[in-house]
């Protein structure tokens, strides 16, 4: 493994490594911000990364190698034991940005702004931030601890609550996808997206969690961890009652699995069918390690 460059603050090469295996991994806004870095670099730092970002463009001109690049990719940052979390930094913690109406710049996030209001909601071009940094940390942890409920439950026989009491009765093949599920939606995120579930299982799996996080039922250690006190705060940090009912709204038919005690239909087709429109996760990604 060759050095890329080096950086004065270690947090700036932690971000661009991050970004590196985002982009290999098809991450839109981490190829974007790569381009972005290179250009502010300048000088043979920036030329690194931006031989890098042609090589990564490259491989995923050629669909086998982007396949190839993606799985690997892949793989490394969903079986670290502590994966890095520096591409959550890039997610906003304001809508602000010079709004015609109240005159509002980023900087400000609306704070002074007698338009916005106390908590910035009453202007309609500034909007609202849904998922920021540190929403992003939280569910991610919050994602991985169920995929690692669900993974125990399989190996123990013993029901751990990583999924709804509706899927109880089902395989433990069938609780393996599941635990694959919560780990593709956490993976979403380190790649600097907010998740959108590709099927029914990862539906109800996002809405598994966030009932849970809109419960209070997290352990409130996480908010001590390092890793999250680093990440940028905003005002709009953890509102899962917002995503709850906006973003990350379960529909009639995820509320249904959610609060059904059992169901004793094979729900394998049902579950891990791609929605229509929705492009279908790579088969061959495997479980974790």
């Not at 089902?170 to 593709?184: E, I, M, N, P, V």
């Not at 039922?217 to 899962?240: C, F, G, I, K, Q």
């Amino acid at each position: 493994m060759n050095a890329v460059a080096t950086f004065d603050a270690p947090s700036e090469a932690h971000t661009v490594a991050a970004a590196l295996n985002a982009a290999l991994q098809g991450g839109y806004n981490a190829m974007s911000w790569l381009h972005r870095c290179a250009s502010s670099q300048g000088g043979p730092r920036g030329k690194a990364i931006a031989d890098l970002v042609e090589d990564i463009e490259a491989r995923h001109r050629d669909a086998e190698g982007a396949q190839t690049a993606h799985k690997a990719a892949r793989t490394f940052a969903a079986n670290l034991m502590h994966p890095g979390f520096a591409m959550l930094s890039l997610l906003p913690t304001t809508a602000c940005g010079s709004c015609s109406t109240c005159g509002c710049t980023a900087a400000e996030d609306c704070l002074e702004c007698s338009v916005c209001g106390d908590d910035g909601r009453d202007c309609e071009n500034c909007g609202i931030v849904e998922v920021t940094p540190r929403t992003a940390y939280v569910l991610h942890h919050e994602l991985r601890e169920k995929a690692d409920r669900t993974y125990l439950t399989v190996r123990s026989g013993l029901w751990e609550y990583g999924v709804p009491d509706s899927a109880d009765s089902q395989s433990d093949w069938f609780l393996l996808h599941c635990a694959r599920a919560y780990d593709d939606l956490a993976n979403d995120l380190l790649i600097g997206s907010v998740p959108k579930p590709r099927c029914l299982a990862e539906s109800v799996a996002l809405g598994y969690a966030t009932s849970d996080l809109l419960d209070g039922t997290l352990d409130d250690s996480v908010y001590e961890h390092a890793a999250y006190r680093e990440l940028p705060a905003s005002r709009y940090d953890n509102d899962w009652e917002s995503l709850a009912s906006g973003l990350f709204a379960a529909n009639d038919k995820v509320h249904h699995f959610l609060n059904a005690d059992t169901i004793e239909d094979d729900l394998w087709k049902k579950w891990f069918t791609a929605y229509p429109g929705s492009e279908p996760r790579d088969r061959d990604r495997g479980f974790r390690c």
